[in-house]
């Protein structure tokens, strides 16, 4: 009996000992430069450049990125003894394109001003009938809005607007010729 209790002592010690060892995987933080279906191309603070495959990954634990958005990639080395695979993918930090794309509203003035940033990359001002937007997109810390002139369709314009704040639920923009620009998202 005494012989029983023991082993059965000893296996639950491994158990528990195998229990508590984690199996901590490698990581790597960088801003993504590149991303395709099946790899993400990473900056390093340090600079350097870090290629990982997400091939057969679960989507859930590695989910898409875009360019800008700063992630925290846990991984393993494949095989092959080359390939580092994203096992989890961690945004840390969203690029703005995943922040600008939205109904932006200001209704501190009459009549309301607004802007819809639409994720396809089309615009729509609001409130604004000598304005009509055609297109956005991002430039470093800059909105760039395509618009047309309402009584010349044929002349367009480009509208650049300094991002001053960009955050989950307020954009200030601010453009030399104009006043700045004040919106909250709007659902």
Do not use: H
């Not at 082993?7 to 491994?14: S, W, Y």
């Not at 010349?152 to 960009?166: G, H, Q, R």
């Not at 453009?175 to 700045?180: H, S």
């Amino acid at each position: 009996m005494k012989k029983i209790s023991s082993v059965f002592a000893v296996a639950a010690a491994i158990l528990l000992a195998a229990g508590c060892r984690q199996s901590a995987l490698p990581t790597v933080e960088g801003q993504v430069v590149d991303a395709t279906i099946f790899s993400v191309t990473l900056e390093t603070p340090e600079g350097e450049s870090v290629i990982l495959s997400t091939r057969g990954t679960d989507p859930m634990l590695v989910p898409g990125v875009l360019a800008g958005d700063v992630v925290r990639v846990a991984y393993q080395m494949l095989p092959d003894g080359e390939t580092l695979q994203a096992v989890q993918l961690d945004i840390t930090q969203p690029s703005a394109y995943r922040l600008v794309p939205g109904v932006w509203r200001d209704c501190s003035v009459a009549p309301e001003l607004g802007l819809v940033l639409a994720e396809d990359g089309s615009a729509q001002a609001v409130g604004m009938d000598n304005l009509t937007l055609r297109t956005w997109t991002l430039d470093g810390d800059k909105l760039v809005l395509d618009a047309v002139d309402p009584a010349s369709p044929k002349d367009s314009k480009t509208l650049v607007y300094v991002i001053e704040k960009l955050e989950a639920d307020s954009l200030v923009i601010r453009n030399p010729e104009e006043a700045r620009l004040a919106f909250s998202r709007s659902e």
